[in-house]
């Protein structure tokens, strides 16, 4: 996720949208819209998504189906999705919902204090798990760097004294080598 990575906010009534801007305008965060489902796929697959905020019933492709696409395609299956809905939840959405791995479903009228809540937590939550990856990549690759036995892929011993045992000695062996090594 970029760093200038926002928040898309996606309904098909513009008092909606406005109303959600104004409750989620005090985080201070990048706040985008857009008035349909394949609007916000267009966005979305841009890459400058860290959040959506996604009605349930839009005029032909509906907020589910937009899920449905966005956790088949790698660079947008781990983006937090909170579903919105003003008909109420019902088991059966529920059930659609979390089984896609939507984040959170809520109900309008929303409060803005909730809203923000979740909106902020969701969203720094998923840009710290980005950023552990993109550590944990850089890690890995300066210690492949740094290994001297491509077919032992480890971390090197704390004592750069002990020799390594090569692929196929004995640990007898290699022990051997150390004792001769310390005297």
């Known amino acids: 996720m970029p760093s200038d990575a926002g928040i898309l906010i996606v309904d098909d009534h513009e008092d909606t949208l406005y109303a959600l801007e ?32 996604l009605d349930v019933r839009m005029p032909g492709v509906g907020g589910l189906d937009v899920v449905r696409y966005m956790r088949r395609v790698e660079q947008t299956q781990h983006i937090p999705v909170i579903l919105l809905t003003g008909f109420g939840i019902d ?11 939507v984040a959170d479903l809520v109900t309008q009228p929303v409060d803005p204090w909730t809203l923000r809540t979740k909106v902020r937590y969701l969203y720094d939550t998923h840009r710290r798990r980005l950023a552990l990856e993109r550590e ?9 760097e740094h290994t001297e036995h491509p077919a032992r892929p480890g971390l090197p011993h704390p004592d750069p004294r002990t020799p390594v045992p090569r692929p196929g000695q004995a640990p007898a062996k290699a022990h051997d080598d150390l004792q001769k090594h310390r005297t």
């Open 91 to 101: 088991l059966r959405l529920s059930a659609t919902a979390f089984r896609l791995g």
């Open 136 to 144: 944990l990549r850089d890690l890995r690759a300066r210690l492949g």
């Open 22 to 53: 104004s409750a989620l305008a005090p985080l201070g965060y990048r706040l985008q819209r857009a008035t349909s489902a394949d609007e916000a796929l267009k966005q979305v697959l841009r890459g400058h998504v860290g959040l959506l905020l």
